[in-house]
């Protein structure tokens, strides 16, 4: 059991007096917000009012942890950053769209998932070209998620539903 230095280390490690309770926490120990791992929060309901999401509102120094908040990111509904895809979506079908080979691989995976969801591997990643990936990614159309299948945003479905003439 050398375990026991490690109690005492801790003990010493909070005897900066009697701590206080905790709702008169400072400003820079405000509650962790309670859906990501990454943000306070008062940051991510800042950040989801915003493009640019946690990171348009974290400190420098904080910048590279909040990048990813789920919290504030395009896919999440409901935030400004989302609506924001949306809207380049619809004016990217409109302006200047995919070109054919991308557009066919997105409208594939968008119809795989609403119809045959139990077919194994067939949207992974390594089913499609690089660079159809890469285009697809960098418009947020797809997305991958943990098993390494691809899923098509709501942004994705906004292209192909304003490509195909519906209205935005
Ligand atoms: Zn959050
Ligand atoms: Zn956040």
Redesign the pocket.
């Known amino acids: 059991m050398s375990a026991a230095t490690v109690p005492s280390a801790l003990a010493s490690a909070g005897a900066g007096g009697p701590a206080g309770p905790l709702s008169v926490l400072r400003p820079d120990e405000q509650p962790d917000?309670p859906?990501?791992s990454?943000?306070t929060a008062a940051l991510?309901a800042k950040g989801a009012t915003h493009e640019l999401g946690c990171v348009q509102f974290s400190n420098p120094a904080a910048r590279e942890t909040v990048r990813g908040?789920?919290?504030s990111a395009p896919d999440k509904s409901g935030t400004v950053a989302h609506r924001t895809v949306l809207e380049l979506a619809v004016q990217h079908a409109a302006e200047l769209p995919l070109d054919a080979e991308t557009e066919t691989v997105l409208r594939q995976l968008a119809g795989q998932r609403q119809s045959a969801t139990a077919r194994a591997g067939a949207g992974t990643a390594d089913s499609f070209s690089r660079t159809v990936l890469r285009t697809l990614r960098t418009w947020r159309y797809v997305t991958t998620s943990e098993p390494g299948e691809l899923l098509v945003t709501d942004a994705g479905r906004r292209y192909l539903a304003a490509r195909a003439g519906g209205a935005a």
């Open positions: 917000c859906s990501c990454c943000c991510c908040c789920p919290c």
